[in-house]
């Protein structure tokens, strides 16, 4: 655990960065439609206004957690915020399709070394069990609530101002993010040179994971048969599995295998596949619920989302108290319960002739679900990790949850086919995603049970007894 002389405001600093980088992957939902007319994208070009930050943020989560263990996470995290500026100013100056998704696609690169970096943060400077807890809870409610925020603030913006503030809005924010670090975060020691990049793990790592999320980027659009999906796919398992079998003998692994057998990140990691591919889309299908067949602007359509954001703080809050009586195991549980049954009543009021009333009851039991699980999921992904390695723990994680969303969007697009744009086929896809959650709630029953507010008795030994993961070696010294 690391000290630093202001916990307070650091924690506010990493929570508003988990603000602002989850904003972004729903920010341009409802300014999409003026964009697309504005910038000349044609056909399903469009997508890729979307699909761009989530495949380069999903295919360099390993990189950018690895580079904040070894390079320090105060440095990562500046170059992360300042890297993420400059690509917003790039996305709001953009007359081109090409220079749009361009800006996207390093606003994705990064992100991924931004989540990491805060996460580990977190996770570093607050002490295992009710500390870190509490501390998650309070980014979690940021960066939770930007998920759903990020729909309300695009529209309004973009309903002021234009599509291109969705863009520029990040500049001055970053900027602010990126100077405060130097005063509110720790800073590093100097890089320790004995341990260097597993190169051959960058790229294949990089490369296949990055190919693999573009690859499913498109089964939307084109299939899970077509030419488009099986040239990206087959070449990214195939950079995986070379990737795996790199990482097995690299003296310095880009991602310890080890930690695949852990008791508590190993399941953890399931849990949030499953949150991502289930309710984290949801929030996609409520927006064409709300443009599409609701027939709302995007001014009322970013509104609608305010209930969804309050309910979703309200969650987080409900989180950090629930983990600490019931514990870790238990809390997944409940949130996923929440998500799957409200999901289910939001299908049951996604019909023709309804209103913001017929799906208001889904919204605050699904919020609830939502804001419940997004802290507690990386605390169990968190918990044990040593703190040398909480980076790569938290590119892991976030790595599952793209993959989750990727996966997730292209099987429940493929549910309401070519009824995406009405009712029934929306009812569909969220009716199956509430279906689909309950698989995370099995997958929650391996999470090691303990109180939530302490470590258990074996992490408590191992913290105790345990020297620091030695990193030029892929097995524990």
Do not use: K
């Not at 989850?22 to 964009?35: Q, R």
């Not at 990189?63 to 995290?77: A, I, K, P, Q, V």
């Not at 991602?255 to 990691?269: F, G, T, V, W």
């Not at 303990?450 to 345990?466: D, H, K, N, W």
């Amino acid at each position: 655990m690391r000290s630093t002389p202001r916990p307070g405001l650091s924690l506010a600093l990493l929570a508003f960065s988990s603000l602002i980088t989850s904003l972004d992957f729903t920010i341009v939902y409802v300014a999409l439609p003026e964009l697309v007319r504005e910038v000349g994208f044609s056909g399903a070009s469009a997508q890729w206004v979307i699909s761009a930050y989530a495949v380069f943020f999903g295919g360099f989560l390993l990189l950018g957690g690895r580079s904040c263990d070894l390079l320090g996470r105060r440095r990562m995290f500046v170059l992360g915020m300042v890297a993420f500026g400059g690509a917003s100013l790039l996305g709001g100056l953009a007359t081109t399709p090409a220079t749009l998704i361009a800006a996207r696609a390093i606003q994705g690169v990064a992100a991924a070394i931004v989540f990491p970096a805060t996460l580990a943060q977190v996770n570093t400077m607050f002490a295992e069990g009710r500390e870190r807890i509490r501390a998650l809870a309070v980014w979690a409610m940021a960066g939770a609530g930007g998920l759903s925020f990020g729909a309300l603030l695009g529209g309004v913006l973009t309903h002021v101002f234009g599509w291109e503030a969705v863009f520029l809005v990040n500049v001055p924010l970053v900027v602010a993010a990126a100077a405060a670090a130097f005063w509110l975060l720790a800073a590093d020691g100097p890089v320790d040179r004995g341990h260097g990049y597993d190169l051959p793990g960058v790229v294949t790592g990089t490369a296949g994971a990055t190919l693999l999320v573009y690859a499913i980027a498109e089964v939307p659009e084109t299939g899970w048969t077509s030419a488009a999906f099986i040239t990206a796919a087959v070449p990214a398992l195939g950079l995986l599995a070379a990737f795996i079998g790199v990482e097995a003998r690299s003296r310095s692994p880009l991602m310890p295998l080890r930690l695949l057998r852990d008791r508590n990140l190993a399941p953890a990691l399931v849990v949030i596949f499953v949150f991502g591919a289930t309710m984290q889309n949801v929030v996609y299908f409520l927006t064409l619920y709300f443009q599409d067949v609701l027939g709302y602007t995007a001014l009322r359509a970013g509104l609608a989302f305010l209930s969804l954001s309050l309910v979703i703080a309200l969650g987080n809050f409900v989180a950090g108290r629930l983990m600490l009586r019931i514990g870790i195991r238990g809390t997944l549980i409940t949130a996923l319960v929440l998500g799957a049954t409200g999901s289910a009543l939001l299908a049951a009021g996604m019909v023709a002739d309804g209103s913001y009333l017929t799906v208001l009851a889904g919204i605050a039991v699904y919020g609830l679900g939502m804001g419940t699980i997004y802290p507690t999921q990386f605390a169990a992904a968190g918990t044990g990790v040593h703190a040398r390695e909480q980076g790569i723990a938290g590119g892991m994680a976030n790595t599952a949850m793209q993959f989750g969303v990727g996966v997730g969007l292209a099987v429940l697009v493929g549910v309401a086919a070519s009824d995406i744009a009405t009712a029934d086929g929306l009812r569909a896809a969220v009716a199956v995603s509430a279906g689909l959650t309950l698989v995370g709630g099995i997958a929650a029953l391996a999470v090691p049970g303990r109180r939530g507010g302490r470590p258990s008795a074996a992490v408590r030994e191992r913290a105790a007894t345990s020297p620091a993961p030695d990193l030029s070696a892929g097995t524990p010294t």
